[in-house]
C-alpha cells in the first residue's frame, strides 16, 4: 500500500500527468464550449446493446473492426479465411441495421 501511495503521489505531483491535469481558479473558454451531445451518447449505448447481443463470433469481429483492425491483418493472425471476417462483418450490421429500422418504426 505504500509502495501505491508514494507511486501516485509521484504521478499527481510531477511529469505529464501534472501537465495535462492542472488545478485552475478560472474557466477554460475552450472547455466551457464543449458540450456532450446526449442524443449521441444514448445512440452509442444502444449500437453497444445491439453488439453485446451478437453471436460470440460476430461481436469479436464487429469489435476488432470497431477499433481500427483491417481484417486482412485479423485472417492472417489467426488463420481464418477473410471471407468468413466479413460475412461476419456483413451478418452484423445487417442485424444492427434491422434492430435500429424497428426500434424508429416503433417510435
Excluded at 449521441?40 to 476488432?64: P, V
Aim: negative net charge; aromatic residues 8%; hydrophobic residues 40%.
Amino acid at each position: 500500500m505504500g509502495y501505491a501511495t508514494v507511486a501516485l503521489f509521484r504521478e499527481a505531483t510531477r511529469g505529464q500527468f501534472k501537465r495535462l491535469y492542472q488545478r485552475r481558479d478560472h474557466l477554460d473558454p475552450e472547455l466551457i464550449h464543449m458540450t456532450h451531445d446526449l442524443q449521441k451518447s444514448i445512440q452509442r449505448e444502444q449500437l453497444q446493446i445491439i453488439i453485446d447481443r451478437l453471436s460470440w463470433f460476430d461481436r469479436m469481429i464487429m469489435n476488432l473492426y470497431l477499433e481500427g483492425w483491417s481484417m486482412v491483418e485479423v485472417a492472417d493472425g489467426s488463420d481464418i479465411a477473410v471471407g468468413v471476417l466479413y460475412q461476419s462483418l456483413h451478418r452484423s450490421r445487417k442485424t444492427i441495421i434491422n434492430a435500429i429500422c424497428n426500434e424508429q418504426d416503433q417510435d
